[in-house]
Each structure stands twice: as structure tokens, then as C-alpha cells.
């Protein structure tokens, strides 16, 4: 469409209808931020517009991100054992990164731009949520995956398969399932939160530099241990 002939309505549905659609591929609750991250787009480029004469005034304006609907609630999805088992038997060309991912804890961002260092993986700081260079413990069935050459599959095919299939959880879900059941295990809550590179806030973070990870590395071995016996 031409500049002059866009409304605020055209600008509404096509905010709306791109947060339904990556909402739908990601399998999450609605693709709220990206919504959010278009109308902000969107109205650069209309102010843009008017600042070079194109169009009296911006059809973006009046739109608010009221239009986006409230903040999607965080999601709670844990994968049940007969799920975990379907994961396990997978052979999908994205399983050895679906399992690859459950058995680390990794976020697939950390998977495709980390690298191995003998039996550790690492996540670079560039890479790292925090900022901080995180390293994870090498389990065999972690290391197994490995061998698998999970990257064979790209990367945009890890969840838009998971999203074609309509299995209800996502890759961030694994996560999600290895820090619950963890805790379930046993595991003490500050040792799960630092294998998934998740810094105390506040005074406990300035002051407590422990990485755990021997602990670590037993959580991980005993999960290990889990899943391949549940398969």
C-alpha cells in the first residue's frame, strides 16, 4: 500500500495479526513482544514519513499497545513421562537438538552459538542471557546427542516442527521440564538455578560467586541416568 493511503485500522490488524501468527508458531500464549516490537516499527516509520512530507500525520499515533492485549502469563508446561519418552525415541531430524537440549538445560540460542570444550559445552558471554560465560557439565546422553550432529537440522526447524505438529509445548518447555523435575529430585533449588545460569539478584548475587559445579555436574549425571532408564 501506499504511505497516504494506510489508516490506523490497516495498522491494527496487522499488529494484531502478526502477534496471532508468531504466537501460533511458537506455541506460546501469543506473540505479544513481537507485536510490540512491530508497532514500535511501525510508528518510527510513520513519524518518519511525516517528518519527510509524505503524510500529514502519523496512521500510527492513535494506536497503543492496548491493541496487543495484556502481557501473556509465564508459562508453566512440563512435559509428562510419556511426553519425555516421545522425545527420547524421536527420529525427527530436530531430536538429537530436542534432546540435546532437555539433557543440558540450554536454550537453543546457547546450542547453536556455543561450542564444545572437552566435556563441558560452553555459552559464550556474547551468547549468555546474563552476559556471563556459562559452562555445562557433558552427560552421556548429552554427549551422545553430540555424536548425532544435532545442528544438521536448522535452526529455525527445532520449534516450528514441535509448532506443525501441534504437540502443545515448545523448546523452551525442556527447559522448563529438566529445572522442575530436578527440583523433584531432590536437587537443591540453588543448584538448578545455577545450571540454568540464573544469578541471585540483589545482595546474594554481589556477594555469592559460588558456580557449584561439581554439584552441578552430579545433578546432571543423575539426570542422565533418569531419562535414559525412563527410555
Given at each position: 500500500m501506499r504511505i497516504d493511503d494506510v489508516t490506523p485500522r490497516h495498522i491494527a490488524?496487522?499488529?494484531?495479526g502478526y502477534r496471532d501468527t508468531v504466537g501460533e508458531r511458537r506455541a506460546t500464549a501469543g506473540?505479544?513482544?513481537?507485536?510490540?516490537?512491530?508497532?514500535s516499527a511501525l510508528k518510527g516509520l510513520c513519524s518518519y514519513s511525516v517528518a519527510r512530507?509524505?503524510?500529514?500525520?502519523?496512521?500510527?499515533?492513535?494506536?497503543s499497545q492496548a491493541i496487543i492485549g495484556a502481557p501473556r502469563k509465564a508459562r508453566s508446561r512440563v512435559l509428562t513421562d510419556d511426553e519425555l519418552r516421545w522425545v527420547l525415541?524421536?527420529?525427527l531430524p530436530p531430536a538429537p537438538m530436542w534432546q540435546f537440549l532437555l539433557a543440558t538445560g540450554c536454550r537453543v540460542g546457547e546450542v547453536y552459538d556455543?561450542?564444545?570444550d572437552g566435556a563441558?559445552?560452553?555459552?559464550?558471554a556474547g551468547v549468555s542471557k546474563n552476559g556471563v560465560e556459562h559452562r555445562i557439565h557433558l552427560s552421556p546422553l548429552a554427549l551422545a546427542q553430540l555424536q548425532a550432529h544435532p545442528w544438521v537440522a536448522p535452526r529455525w526447524q527445532t520449534q516450528t516442527t514441535l509448532s506443525l505438529l501441534r504437540l502443545g509445548w515448545?523448546?523452551?518447555?525442556?527447559?522448563?521440564?529438566?529445572?522442575?523435575?530436578?527440583?523433584?529430585?531432590?536437587?537443591?533449588?540453588?543448584?538448578?538455578?545455577?545450571l540454568l545460569n540464573h544469578r541471585p539478584r540483589g545482595v546474594a548475587g554481589a556477594y555469592n560467586r559460588a558456580e557449584y559445579f561439581p554439584e552441578r555436574r552430579t545433578a546432571l549425571e543423575n539426570w542422565?541416568?533418569?531419562?535414559t532408564s525412563l527410555d
Open positions: 490488524d496487522v499488529v494484531r506473540g505479544r513482544t513481537a507485536a510490540r516490537l512491530m508497532l512530507g509524505w503524510i500529514p500525520a502519523s496512521p500510527a499515533a492513535p494506536i525415541r524421536s527420529d556455543g561450542h564444545r563441558e559445552w560452553v555459552v559464550p515448545s523448546c523452551h518447555d525442556l527447559r522448563r521440564t529438566l529445572s522442575t523435575r530436578l527440583n523433584e529430585m531432590g536437587v537443591a533449588p540453588h543448584i538448578v538455578e545455577a542422565s541416568k533418569w531419562l
